[in-house]
Each structure stands twice: as structure tokens, then as C-alpha cells.
């Protein structure tokens, strides 16, 4: 099966500017992810999505990012403005929700540097 | 609220040593435990999980044991290999909406 997508790899932008990542998840997919990776940490989650409604967005930064999932496939993060304590990777996963807690599909990220 | 708490690395271990990597975790119920690897250059993904007292999951050589007296996942291999070298993270899930929270990462590296 095609593994999670996500573009752009890399990304350098201005602070104050604004930057948008996009996902694809596995197909059939329920459960979309999108995680904060700071350099030296873990992955810190940002915002869940089950089908196309959020079911966990307690840590993102509402006052400037946003994010979506429309038809409950595809999803963007968006970024506005962008802060330096925003450079981080920014992982997207998928999981096919159920029983037994299936495994999360991880893409390679998104590399996010903030000058 | 719930969290995981790893041993911070890097840890540096000749080919065919014993690894530990020790996990614990907090949670307000009954998680199910995973730990996850990042080989470099590559995403995130499962190597091997547990989902209720003592269960023991098993991956590629690498065991962890859900011990729910202590709070622990500690990870072990009986003899690591240079392709082990990688990013080891210990996470929880919990909730009917499969909330994961991960710990801060243990960086592996063998060495011939």
C-alpha cells in the first residue's frame, strides 16, 4: 500500500510569513494526525482528526494555526504568522482507527526552518 | 495528564551488547504502550506494542514487557547489530479516540 504523503519536504520562511503542509493519509484511513517535532523532542500532537471532525486539538496554537481536513482524506496545516519557536518537523499519520489500537503510519515530514 | 518519560541518550553500544532502553509512563487510565523507531533518513514507524498488563510485545529481535506495578515499557535486544542504530521512542495510547503521546526519543548507536 502507498505509505502517508506529505509535501513539501523542506520549507524556509521569514517569521511573521505564513507556510501551508499537506497530507495524504493511507487510503481508508479514519484517523488523521498532524505532530510538532522539535529538534532534541518527541513528537508533540497538534490536532487529531477522526473522518473529517476534530477530536483532539487541545495543543495547537489556535491564534496561528489552523488546520483541515476536507472529505475526510486529505489535510493541511497552515501556519500565520510564522514565530522562530514554530522551526521544527511537522509529521503527519495515519492510522485505520479500531480494536486493539492499530499502529500510527507516519510520512517523513516536513522540514519547517523560520528566519 | 498523561505522559512517558524515556532515558535521554544518546547511548553508545558495541555490536552484539545487551540494550536497555528504559520507558515509564503516567497515565489517568489503562494505556496500551507502543515503542516506535526512526532509522535515519526514514519516518516514524511501529516496532512493537503491548496492550495490557503484562503482555510482552516482540519485534526484530527487541522485547518490552508491560509491567503495570512499576509503569514501565522498558525495551531490551539480547545483542544489538550496527543496523539497530536509529531514534527509539516509547509512547502510550489512551482513550476511545487513540490519543498517542510520545516521550522525548532515545538516539541508538552500535558500533562495530
Known amino acids: 500500500e502507498a505509505g502517508v504523503a506529505q509535501s513539501p519536504r523542506y520549507k524556509i520562511i521569514e517569521k511573521r510569513q505564513s507556510v501551508a503542509f499537506w497530507c495524504n493519509p493511507i487510503s481508508g484511513h479514519a484517523t488523521l494526525y498532524w505532530y510538532q517535532q522539535i529538534l532534541g523532542q518527541g513528537p508533540k500532537l497538534l490536532i487529531q482528526f477522526q473522518n473529517n471532525g476534530v477530536v483532539d486539538d487541545s495543543q495547537l496554537p489556535k491564534d496561528r494555526f489552523s488546520a483541515e481536513r476536507l472529505k475526510g482524506v486529505d489535510s493541511t496545516l497552515k501556519i500565520q504568522p510564522a514565530k522562530l519557536e514554530d522551526s521544527a518537523v511537522y509529521l503527519c499519520?495515519?492510522?485505520?482507527?479500531?480494536?486493539?489500537?492499530?499502529?500510527?503510519?507516519f510520512g517523513n515530514g516536513t522540514r519547517l526552518t523560520v528566519t | 495528564g498523561d505522559s512517558v518519560t524515556q532515558m535521554e541518550g544518546p547511548v553508545t553500544l558495541s555490536e552484539e551488547a545487551f540494550l536497555t532502553i528504559n520507558c515509564t509512563y503516567t497515565a489517568t487510565g489503562y494505556p496500551s504502550l507502543f515503542w516506535y523507531v526512526q532509522y535515519p533518513g526514514e519516518g516514524l514507524q511501529l516496532l512493537l506494542k503491548a496492550t495490557k498488563a503484562d503482555d510482552k510485545g516482540s519485534n526484530k529481535g527487541f522485547e518490552a514487557t508491560y509491567r503495570k506495578e512499576t509503569t514501565s515499557f522498558h525495551l531490551e535486544k539480547g545483542s544489538v547489530q550496527v543496523s539497530d542504530s536509529a531514534v527509539y521512542f516509547c509512547a502510550l495510547s489512551l482513550g476511545g479516540y487513540q490519543k498517542v503521546t510520545f516521550g522525548i526519543g532515545t538516539k541508538l548507536q552500535v558500533i562495530p
Open positions: 499519520a495515519s492510522s485505520p482507527y479500531g480494536t486493539g489500537d492499530p499502529p500510527l503510519h
